[in-house]
């Protein structure tokens, strides 16, 4: 059965049933909003996911989409040292699409949304000719200042927690048919969120903080240009894991270190700290100079791939 056979209102009753209100959320899925109580001011972020360019349905089961679909946008929130507190997902599809897709589909967002501590208020469907999935999260900051890309300071250490370079790995492999090491295929399919780490790291003062979204070289141009500092990252503090030296050796005997500078959709958080606020559990990866912005690799500009994905180019 497809969801065109289903119809829109019975696909609704069906992706929605069970949803309720409680904790800060007031009044939840089934009126024209939804109402949330904050205690601070609210942190908002969207996120769009297309088809065959952040998802290939080949590559990943509908409950993978749902899951990262979540997982990306409350990495935003994160980000902003917010408490994930309500997301809104709205799902555009063919009419020719199973209704054990959607079903699927819905199940992977409730999943995760469990994962993340946030709850699912609303959204809406329609159709398309592809698959689109936007997500908005609402975040309360709780009485704290926002954690942003302009706060890091000369003499700050750079801190990271999550993992790096997985995600990329994962999309090397099913790039070229393959589906292992099944460590990094899963990583590209359902990202591993440090939830609740940018709460941690807004209650122990960091200057700012980013999600790599786009890769950590990339991601950390944003916040030397924002903060108008030089940055510079010790590769010595990364981790390569064993499944991405394996990649690397795969496909032509490259350097696994790039997938940890370039690779994005793992969603580590790293952030500047002074050297002793730096939380229990993250890992200094570098530093903060004074300089023009820019980011340095082991004391020099980076040489090789420039890494990161920019839509339009």
């Known amino acids: 059965m497809t969801i065109g056979e289903v119809g829109e209102f019975a696909l609704i009753e069906r992706l929605t049933a069970g949803l309720g209100a409680g904790g800060p959320v007031v009044l939840g899925v089934g009126d024209d909003c939804a109402v949330v109580r904050l205690a601070g001011d609210l942190a908002v972020s969207t996120d769009t996911m297309v088809e065959d360019v ?3 349905r080949d590559w990943s089961s509908a409950e993978d989409v749902g ?3 979540v997982a990306a946008c409350v990495a935003d929130a994160e980000a902003m040292g917010a408490v994930p507190v309500g997301l809104v997902v709205s799902l555009a599809a063919p009419a020719s699409t199973p209704v054990e897709w959607a079903e699927g589909f819905a199940a992977g967002v409730r999943a995760e949304c469990e994962n993340a501590g946030v709850t699912l208020v609303g959204g809406d469907t329609t159709s398309a000719a592809i698959i689109v999935i936007t997500a908005t999260v609402l975040a309360d900051l709780g009485g704290l200042a926002p954690l942003t890309r302009a706060g890091a300071r000369p003499g700050d250490v750079l801190a990271m927690t999550g993992r790096l370079g997985w995600a990329a ?19 590209h399919r359902v990202p591993e969120v440090p939830y609740g780490q940018g709460r941690v790291a ?49 496909i032509g005997g490259g350097d696994p270190l790039v997938f940890q500078l370039t ?14 606020r730096v939380p229990a559990g993250w890992r ?9 912005p820019a980011v340095l690799v082991d004391g020099a500009p980076w040489d090789g791939p420039s890494g990161g994905w920019q839509h339009f180019s």
């Open 67 to 69: 899951r990262k679909a």
């Open 263 to 276: 690779g994005g959709d793992d969603h580590a958080l790293v952030g500047a700290f002074a050297p002793d």
């Open 284 to 292: 200094v990866i570098g530093r903060v100079l004074p300089g023009d």
């Open 169 to 187: 790995a994962g999309v090397a492999v099913l790039g070229r048919g393959f589906r292992s090491p099944r460590a990094v295929v899963v990583a």
């Open 54 to 56: 952040h998802f290939r």
């Open 202 to 250: 807004a209650e122990a003062g960091a200057s700012a903080l980013i999600d790599v979204s786009d890769g950590l070289l990339a991601d950390l141009g944003h916040v030397a240009r924002a903060s108008g500092v030089l940055l510079d990252v010790d590769t010595s503090a990364l981790e390569v894991a064993e499944p991405q030296k394996a990649v690397a050796a795969a």
